[in-house]
Structure formats: structure tokens, C-alpha cells
């Protein structure tokens, strides 16, 4: 979570020097007291959203579905190996409902599918890419 947060204020921190930079900008050519801190903060909004932390202990599978699948919606049955309390490998399957409406390069997360992680005592997330 550490990382996380230090990537997200480092994002933040980027926001704010393109803000002074923007700023020395629009001094050159009128009033800056305009421009509203709203409108920087959504276009940072996306870069944020964009943000991914590849955790070793989540699962990461791909999911290829057709243009009309996407439109319409489907369920795929996703196959997957995983660690069990355990310490042991197990193959496992799901039946997943891809939304409507869904896009190339989403992520659909199943909470606690993933691998068993004894520090947290608990599964971590089974992360299905949409391709």
C-alpha cells in the first residue's frame, strides 16, 4: 500500500508543477485566476485511473471476447492456477459475467480468487484483462 500511495503522491506532486508551469504560461496572456482547479484535477483524474500496481500475489488473466460479446455482454468460464492455504497449486475455474458495453484493455477484479496470502491470512484478487 506504501507504494501505492508514493506513486499516487508522486502524481499529485506532478499535478502541481504542470499547474505552476501552466501558470507562468497564462501569465503571458491574461488573467490566471480563471482557470479552476476542477479542470486540472480531471485530467489528472484519467492518469490516476490509469495507475496499476502489479502485485505478485494477485492473478492476472486474459480474456478474449469478439466486438458483438462486448456490446451485448457474455459469461466466460476463466481457467486459472492458484495457490491454496496450503502452499499448494490448484487449477480452478470461474464463470464471470463480462458487462455490456465493455471495452478492449478493461479489467474486471474478483475479489478473492487469487492466490492465498498467509501474511493477510486471506485471497488476494484474480484481475481479468479484457482483450
Known sequence: ?????NEINKILD???NY????????????NFKNL????????FQEERNEFKIED?????????????????????????????TKET???????TKIPKG???GQNIIIYGEGNYVKELNKNSDLIIEIR
Open 1 to 5: 500500500m506504501k507504494t501505492k500511495d
Open 14 to 16: 506532478r499535478a502541481k
Open 19 to 30: 499547474r505552476k508551469d501552466l501558470s507562468k504560461s497564462m501569465n503571458q496572456f491574461g
Open 36 to 43: 479552476k482547479v476542477e479542470e486540472l484535477q480531471k485530467e
Open 56 to 84: 505478485k500475489r494477485n492473478i492476472f488473466v486474459q480474456c478474449k471476447i469478439t466486438k458483438d460479446e462486448a456490446n451485448k455482454g457474455c459469461i466466460r468460464k476463466i481457467r486459472y492456477n492458484r495457490i491454496t
Open 89 to 95: 497449486k490448484e487449477s480452478n475455474e470461474i464463470f
Open 102 to 104: 465493455t471495452k478492449v
